[in-house]
């Protein structure tokens, strides 16, 4: 079955400096993939989309990779801030297309 | 309206009682979606409904879970005599079409607990 892991539950960097978070997936080759970001006690919010004929995408701060090959999408946030701090999902559809299956998250903090 | 309804926001309830959770879409989203959230989990994939299709019931844990939706509007997620392990958050989505591709808009949940 699809699996998604996300390389660690918590991240804590320094304000200022660049957060890479980790989103490896097996068992089938998704055609896109998403990223959400969710605060405590509210929904996830959507932040972007990359399609697996992307390489790189990029919002403001942040900035997403596909590796098709390595089964493996990597997120960025340059310039960290404080209110950076949050959960961050990363999330393929499913195999059947009908819905995304979401990774547990990687909690990121940055402190000022 | 402006962004996605759940209600009530928080429902506590006795262990073996029935419950049924609302949830108000975007306007003119037509692809719907209910996931549970345990504490300190990742959102498991319950039930999609999209436009007049039939739904995608693959994640229901249980028959004891059921949704409907009518045309693109509200939908209830009930889940009938209820368990110690349904106390979850339990959170509804709405994208404007079924492939989800400008992402989806979720609401901020209803906290079930069961007691």
Redesign the interface.
Known sequence: SQKIEQNSEALNIQEGKTATLTCNYTNYSPA?L?W?RQDP??????LL?IRENEKEKRKERLKVTFDTTLKQSLFHITASQPADSATY?CAP??Q??????????TTLSVSS | GAGVSQSPSNKVTEKGKDVELRCDPISGHTALYWYRQRLGQGLEFLIYFQGNSAPDKSGLPSDRFSAERTGESVSTLTIQRTQQEDSAVYLCASSLDGQGLDGYTFGSGTRLTVV
Not at chain 1, 96 to 101: Q, S
Request: hydrophobic share 40%.
């Open positions: 896109y998403q959400y006690g509210r929904g996830p919010v959507f989309l999902l559809p499913n059947a297309g009908t819905a995304l299956i979401f990774g547990k998250g």
